[in-house]
């Protein structure tokens, strides 16, 4: 199940990237584009440091 996890995190990460690259070639440079950035950024770094709850909650007790 592990597999899974990381699987469903590359997709997420993936689907950023595309989102990052969109705003770049669709938007004006300025602080809206800047916030864009940041923003997905913002999630692209929770996505990475939960990589390691997911191993925790699927864990059987």
Request: proline share 4%; charged share 20%.
């Given at each position: 199940m592990q597999n899974r996890g990381?699987?469903?995190?590359?997709?997420?990460?993936?689907v950023l990237g595309?989102?990052?690259t969109l705003a770049w070639s669709?938007?004006?440079s300025g602080k809206i584009r800047?916030?864009?950035f940041v923003l997905?950024?913002?999630f692209a770094l929770r996505i990475l440091l939960t990589a390691g709850r997911?191993?925790?909650e699927?864990?059987?007790?």
């Open positions: 990381w699987q469903r995190k590359a997709v997420a990460l993936l595309v989102l990052a669709t938007m004006d800047l916030l864009v997905l950024g913002g997911q191993s925790d699927e864990s059987p007790q």
